[in-house]
């Protein structure tokens, strides 16, 4: 299976303190300071509580490195669990969340960025705001958002809770077993269907060609109706 083309890094932004103005500067300094400290605390008041940390892989170097990290947590025991934010994937994610607990494994969470032919903009429909940017960096947050709200609805397993969230970025199926070839986890856990219920997208029907031709065994949970 060939790998997919990588997509460029995008530059991470970084923030720098102002220096502090002299006394002499007067109190018009003074206030626009308090008043940059008080917003910085807002944004981290909105932000509290947000246990997710979601690391997208573009390319070969950043995806082994994070492999690396999920198998040494466990000496090498891993769940797998490929999501697509439906309610098929939720079901499946705490099924294998609740294994892991049991069996002293770390979870790891797969989402393969992918906008179908099928539904083209899915990522935008999953999102409040409308606005543009890469696709990957709105499946970021659609992920973030997926999993903080599983973590506060499932706050008693913790292995949501410290579980390695990995994108890559390619068609579903290839990347699934790519990356469960490279993991090597003990089992990879996926829902039945996919999001939209449309033959051919994201997991679903993907679900029978990845129990097919994936290198370790997979447990396909039903929704629970």
Do not use: W
């Amino acid at each position: 299976m060939s790998e997919n083309q990588d997509l460029p890094e995008a530059a991470a932004a970084d923030e720098t303190l102002a220096a502090a103005k002299p006394e002499q500067a007067g109190k018009g300094s003074d206030k626009k300071q308090d008043e940059g400290k008080d917003s910085k605390s807002s944004k981290s008041g909105s932000n509290k509580g947000r246990h997710a940390d979601v690391h997208l892989a573009e390319d070969k170097e950043q995806l082994n490195k994070l492999i690396k990290t999920t198998r040494k947590r466990s000496d090498g025991r891993v769940i797998m669990v490929p999501v697509d934010f439906s309610a098929p994937s939720r079901e499946a994610l705490l099924f294998a969340a609740d294994l892991a607990q049991m069996t002293s494994a770390t979870l790891m969470v797969l989402h393969v960025v992918h906008d179908p032919g099928e539904m083209p903009g899915y990522y935008s429909t999953l999102v409040k705001k409308k606005r543009v940017d890469r696709i990957q960096d709105i499946a970021k947050e659609v992920f973030d958002d997926f999993m903080h709200d599983l973590i506060k609805e499932n706050a008693k397993v913790k292995t949501l809770k410290h579980a390695e969230n990995v994108m890559v970025i390619g068609l579903p199926v290839t990347r699934i077993l790519q990356v469960a070839e490279k993991v090597e986890p003990f089992l990879v856990v996926m829902g039945s269907q996919g999001r939209t219920g449309l033959k051919h997208l994201f997991l679903g029907s993907k679900a029978e060609q990845i129990v097919q031709l994936c290198p370790v065994p997979v447990t396909i949970v039903k929704q629970k109706k």
